[in-house]
């Protein structure tokens, strides 16, 4: 981290406006966005942890604004305490040495979860059912998120088939993405992949990321938020496809 040019550095400052952007006009895409964008010039567990303190802040900051965390809690805490386990059991799969895999398993992941987006038809899962599959969905979300950074997969797609209102969705996956966070940054920083350097970094690119929502929330209101979520997709698709198929290049 100290040795990065002034190039890059105003490249990652572009690539976190750029998320933010995301953000505010979808209302998601954060860590998938900025992970996308600097995979091609920095390993993903040095995006990871520069994503830290952003993801953390805006993912407090949706999950403080919902109706009420303490009945979320009480609903999906099975799924919550065992996506933090796994999340922090497996985060040295992106901190380990084989950047060519994470970066591959980074693009499917990014794929998997822009194609399901566009494609897929919206299922409902019954509340019996929730409290059996939970778990599973937070152990599958724990090792894509200790493998790739990105905690999108499978927890999105859940949460959004319980039948939760908009508002108590919106704090479902604030809540989601904030234990997902604190999870890897934890597993990281154990495993010495999260440098003091780092963190100061990532503190700072707030400042980028707050900016390019406040661009994008006003773009939202003034542009169709669904026009602007489906060109996201498809780029992000077209992202992630790029990075899976890299190494055979």
Known sequence: MTDMTTSLLLLVVAAF????????????GLPAVAMA?????????VAAGLLVIPSLVTN?????????????LRRLWPMMIVMAVVTYATSGLIAGDNTAATTTALGVALVVYAAYTLCARQIHIPQWVERFLSPVIGAMTGVVTG???????PSVPYLQAL???????VQAL??????STLALAVGLAG????????LLLSCALIVPVFIGMAVGTVLRRRFSPALFR????????????????????
């Open 147 to 153: 493998a790739t950074g990105v905690f999108m997969i």
């Open 230 to 249: 489906q060109a996201f997709l498809i780029c992000l698709l077209a992202l992630g496809a790029e990075m899976a198929l890299r190494p055979l290049w």
């Open 163 to 169: 039948g939760l209102t908009k508002d108590w969705l």
């Open 60 to 72: 407090v900051w949706q999950l403080l604004t919902g109706p009420d965390v303490r009945v979320l």
């Open 191 to 198: 495993r010495g992949a999260l440098a003091s350097d780092q």
């Open 37 to 45: 964008l600097l995979a091609s010039q920095i390993s993903p567990v």
């Open 17 to 28: 406006a750029v998320a933010g952007f995301v953000k505010g006009a979808t209302g998601m």
């Open 174 to 179: 604030g809540l989601s993405f904030t234990v």
